[in-house]
Structure formats: structure tokens, C-alpha cells
């Protein structure tokens, strides 16, 4: 199946490491010009001895001075964009009555301004593509919220919502905007942390051993195993590319069926 990716100019959020990586990764190999994107310039050094792509930006984008940095340096290589992915995001612990005004607003300027400012500042180039998409990257928590952490979750939701407004902001041009909403992605993280669990809970020594039993006790779903951040990005690739051109304004849940809702 040919995506019609090749020469597509994209830029990923938070590509430096972790899922963001391995999406810049993919699309890199489909033959889209990537642009990698890290909080900072040491970011950015690390994750070009780890990936094959010479293009990079970086800042702060949960600011709006790091944001007009990146969107300086977009500027200075004279390229539009076809592509934006807003992966970069951030979760942080917290309960209700333990949470203050400060940390509300701060996870609201990581995982939705983030997002907005680069979506006002690049509109106009992903309107004018002839296969323009922005794909935000969610959580399965926009729809089926924990208990513990409201703040990100009321974020993430926020994301959503912001998804189906601006698709259909764009009625008229061909570009459509979509949200990806994985469950528990297998990262390096998650499997180090996991793996300290199942060795105490005498599941086995490896998370590869133990997968089955965390599955079923801490993200319960059909299919009995974590997403890879390789299964993520396959469907961030889909969207972007001109086979999806008739899917717009959805949530696409990438969940191995944890949510149950049609």
C-alpha cells in the first residue's frame, strides 16, 4: 500500500525519544522529510546519534517564547509543512484536594497549548498542502478518566475536543485532523517499571514473561498484551497519509479493545 508519504515535509513533537522517535522513525522510512523536535538543544544532540535525520528544531513549547523558537527555526529552512503531529505531551501525578491552581494550568500548557500555538502558527501551510494533516497524539483517559490524576486527564479531554473543533474549522480544504488515543504503550520505561512489579508479585523476571499477568491486572484489554510504540505509530502513519483522506475528526483508540464504548 503506497501512503503517498514521500517528500510529505512533517514535523513531530517531542520526537527526541520514546514513541515520538519511533514516529519520526516511520515516517522517515516511508520517505517523508522529517523534522525531529526536543524541549532543548541537548535533546536534540542525543536523539541525532540514535536516528537518521538531519533535520531538527527545538523549545519549549509548553511556553510561548520556546514555540516562537521552534517556529523561527521552521522558518529559517524555507519549508512548509504538510504534516504536523503533536505528540509531545506530559503526564504528572496528583489527586483531587492535592492539586493547586499552578499545577492545573502547567499540565494544560504541556498537553494542550503545546499543541494550539503550533496549530495557529501553521495552519496556513497545512491548509495550503495538497494532503494537509495534524494527528494529536492523546489518551485513552480523554474518554475513560482514572481517579487519580484529574488534571491530565481534563487536559487530554481537552485535546479531543479541540480535535473535532478544528476539523471542522477546515471544512473546505483538503486537510483533515485526527486524534490518536493509545492505552499503556510498552516503552523501555514501562517495561523497567512493570518488570520491578512482577518480579515482587512472583510473575517472572522479565516482563516478557510477566506481560500477561500485568496486562490482566493493570490495563485489562481482549487482546492480553501492551501496544508497541511501533503499533502506535503505524496508525499515526495511516492518518497522515492519503489513504485516511476520508477520515476527520476522530479518535482512534489504539487500546487492544480496553475501551468498550462504539
Not at 488534571?151 to 474549522?169: D, E, F, I, M, P
Not at 512493570?194 to 499477568?213: D, N
Request: hydrophobic fraction near 40%; proline fraction near 3%; charge should be negative.
Amino acid at each position: 500500500m503506497d501512503l503517498e508519504l514521500v517528500g510529505k515535509r512533517v514535523l513531530v513533537t517531542g520526537s527526541h525519544r520514546g514513541t515520538g522517535q519511533i514516529i519520526a522513525k516511520q515516517f522517515a522510512a516511508e520517505g517523508a522529510q522529517v523534522i525531529l523536535h526536543g524541549m532543548t538543544q541537548d535533546q536534540i544532540a542525543q536523539a541525532r546519534t540514535e536516528v537518521s535525520i538531519a533535520d531538527a528544531v527545538w523549545g519549549d513549547i509548553s511556553t510561548t517564547q520556546g514555540t516562537q523558537e521552534v517556529l523561527d527555526q521552521l522558518q529559517a529552512m524555507g519549508h512548509d509543512l504538510d504534516i504536523l503531529v503533536n505528540n509531545y505531551g506530559t503526564a504528572a501525578p496528583g489527586e483531587w484536594g492535592q492539586l493547586s491552581t499552578e499545577k492545573w494550568i502547567t499540565i494544560y500548557q504541556h498537553n494542550v497549548l503545546s499543541a494550539s500555538r503550533l496549530i495557529d502558527a501553521l495552519l496556513p501551510q497545512i491548509k495550503a498542502s495538497k494532503q494537509g494533516r495534524i494527528i494529536n497524539l492523546g489518551t485513552i483517559g480523554s474518554t475513560r478518566p482514572n481517579a487519580k490524576m484529574p488534571h491530565y486527564y481534563a487536559a487530554k479531554g481537552a485535546l479531543a475536543n479541540l480535535t473535532v473543533s478544528l476539523a471542522k474549522a477546515l471544512a473546505g480544504y483538503n486537510s483533515t485532523v485526527n486524534l490518536v488515543s493509545p492505552g499503556l504503550i510498552r516503552t523501555p520505561e514501562v517495561e523497567s517499571q512493570y518488570a520491578r512489579i512482577a518480579q515482587k508479585k512472583g510473575w517472572g523476571e522479565t516482563f516478557q514473561e510477566a506481560e500477561q499477568q500485568i496486562t490482566a491486572n493493570y490495563f485489562a484489554n481482549p487482546l492480553e498484551r501492551i501496544a508497541t510504540r511501533e503499533e502506535v505509530a503505524d496508525v499515526v502513519l495511516f492518518l497522515a497519509s492519503a489513504r485516511a483522506s476520508f477520515v476527520n475528526g476522530q479518535n482512534i483508540r489504539v487500546d487492544g479493545g480496553a475501551v468498550d464504548i462504539v
